[in-house]
């Protein structure tokens, strides 16, 4: 069974007499964390409902549908994946019925032993319904709920390994729990008495939530009608907060880990100018994602900032392609330069990060057509060399151009005139933190937990 990683987005909502429309509204807010499908899960404390679809959350749902999705508490989900089983019954949340009640769960992550924990669950006579990690998350609640819901996640997470943000919602609670490593972002929020669980705190402004402290990690939070009960069901050595939520993929105006993400990747960006000493008449990022690091690079270098590449902001995830000889037109049809600007220019690109280069090949060469005379890539965080196993999918973006191409190789074939990467102790010292409660394993192959070495002995029983 080949597991689908995928990055996602999670939301939950107790005690809101539209618990449905508030995740909709939450996971309109996650939409950035998945565009493959959406899903939400509701109930009224006795019937489940459920809808789920592939598209964008604005294309799944209607009034009519959330209607349908009747009660006080709710889960959501988005989902982003760029393997090939993208498909709707690997959509979530994922909902089963076990002995007459049930669970529906939502996960960001991806677990490392999924495949043994299957493995040893179907043996003794499950059957699965999907090929996602996340079902055997289901199965094995649904095994130990016996013993108490509490029970059955304290011991759900002493048997499963790897990444994990989940939101459960049974008839009458919701639950969230996050990986002893808090390798994902879990929030915890409040909305006129209730209580609200998302991946990101961006999705709280939108509901006008306040903030009010992050899952932590091993933690299990449980809300029902008697209010919030929380405790610790596994314990770790370390953290390890995926540094690439920062990087990449968490949303500016969000808090993760404590931390605001648009303040640490202005600060990537005015470690990259302590880090590298340029001339050039003005800075640029293409846009959304380099924006943020180019900006802080462009104050602490003083070397001013332009808009060279502009976005379209209209494009969607798919539109009739062109004919043949419209070559890199998905790229182009995307960010546009500006010729104006960079007609004889020596210029500084801030970029967010590197994985195949494919695309920054494609928009250097545009800037370069566009009569850039000298161009500079700084990227905002070290080579990317080692894949992840914790939920964001370098694997299945092809080749990681850094695993295998020296700098000098990789500034050749973006078409550079120079190329720099921030260092990974600069990286850390501009987030303020320590190195041990990162992972930093696609930059320098320290997984916290083994994974290519994990030869699956699963034991049930604990
Ligand atoms: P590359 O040149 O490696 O093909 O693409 C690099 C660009 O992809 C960067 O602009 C970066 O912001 C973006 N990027 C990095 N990680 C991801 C991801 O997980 N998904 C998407 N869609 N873009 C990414
Ligand atoms: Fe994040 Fe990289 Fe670690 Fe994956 S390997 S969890 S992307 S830091
Ligand atoms: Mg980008």
Sequence with gaps: MGTPREECGVFAVYGH????????????????RGQESAGIVASDGKNVAEYKAMGLVSE??????????????AIGHVRYSTTG???????????????????????????????????????????????????VVVHLIAKSRARGLEEGVKNTMSLIKGAYSIVLLTEEAIVG?????????????KVNGAYILSSETCAFDLIQAEYVRDVEPGEVVVIDKGGLKSFKAVESERRANCIFEFIYFARPDSNIFGKN???????????????????ADFVMPFPDSGNYAAIGFSQASQIPFEFAMIRNHYVGRTFIQPSQSMRDFGVRVKLNPVKEILRGKRVVIVEDSIVRGTTSR???????????????????????RY?????????????????????????????LDGLHYLSIEAMIEASGRSKDDF???????????EVRDYKGKFVMEK
Excluded: W
């Design 17 to 32: 007499e539209d618990a449905a429309k508030l995740t909709y509204f939450g996971l309109y807010a996650l939409q950035h």
């Design 60 to 73: 799944v749902f209607n009034e009519t549908r959330l209607k349908n999705l009747k009660g006080h508490l």
């Design 85 to 135: 089983s993208s498909v709707l019954q690997n959509a979530q949340p994922f909902k089963v019925c076990h002995a007459g009640c049930t669970l529906a769960v939502a996960h960001n992550g991806n677990l490392i032993n999924a495949t043994e924990i299957r493995k040893a669950l179907e043996e003794k006579g499950s059957i699965f319904q999907t090929t996602m990690d996340s079902e």
């Design 177 to 189: 729990f996050r990986d002893p490593y808090g390798l994902r972002p879990l929030c915890i929020g």
């Design 261 to 279: 993400v648009y303040a640490l990747r202005k600060a990537l960006g005015e470690a990259l100018a302590k880090e590298v000493s340029i001339e």
């Design 362 to 384: 494609t928009r250097i060469k545009a800037v370069r057509e566009a009569g850039a005379k000298e161009i500079t890539m700084l990227v905002s965080c070290p080579p990317i």
């Design 387 to 415: 894949p992840c196993y914790y939920g964001i999918d370098f694997s299945t973006k092809g080749e990681l151009i850094a695993s295998r191409n020296s700098i000098e190789e990789i500034r050749s074939y973006l078409g």
């Design 439 to 449: 992972c930093l394993a696609c930059f320098n192959g320290e997984y916290p937990m």
